[in-house]
């Protein structure tokens, strides 16, 4: 599970991000982040909507499982950024965890999401 502070806290803190953020786009995700310099750590958020997966069931382990790897990259993302990651795709259901770990890793490069030098270590 995430932790509290690495969370978002209302709907407003998502509205100023699809506001102001910068995106990247995939098949599978869209990044939007942007820099908040009043906070110490970033914050994610996962958002699937009923237009990709219909029952509560899927959408919740579609967001239990992005917020697992999400938990796991946050030491190597870049302090004080808010990021959501909108699932546009419903493969991402069924994929395999390596391979959207994968996936997720190659968005976050090009977003250049990471710390300096983080990068190149992380999947090998």
């Known amino acids: 599970m995430l932790a509290q502070r690495y ?3 209302g709907y407003n803190s ?3 991000v699809y506001k102001n953020g910068e995106a990247v ?3 599978l995700f869209v990044i939007k982040f942007s820099h908040n310099p009043r906070r110490r750590h ?3 958020a ?3 909507s009923k237009k990709i997966w219909k029952r509560a069931v899927g959408r919740n382990r579609i967001r239990r499982r992005l917020y697992e790897l999400l938990r796991q990259e946050l030491p190597n993302i ?3 950024l808010d990021i959501v990651c909108i699932v546009a795709s419903p493969d991402v259901h069924a994929m395999p965890s390596d391979e ?3 996936y997720l890793h190659e968005m976050f490069t ?5 710390k300096e030098g983080v990068e190149d270590d992380i999947i090998k």
């Not at 090009?110 to 990471?114: D, G, K, M, T, V």
């Open 25 to 27: 786009r995939s098949q």
């Open 14 to 16: 998502l509205r100023f």
């Open 100 to 102: 959207l770990k994968r």
């Open 46 to 48: 996962v958002v699937v």
């Open 42 to 44: 970033s914050r994610v």
């Open 78 to 80: 870049r302090d004080s």
């Open 7 to 9: 969370r978002f806290h």
């Open 110 to 114: 090009s977003a250049n999401l990471y």
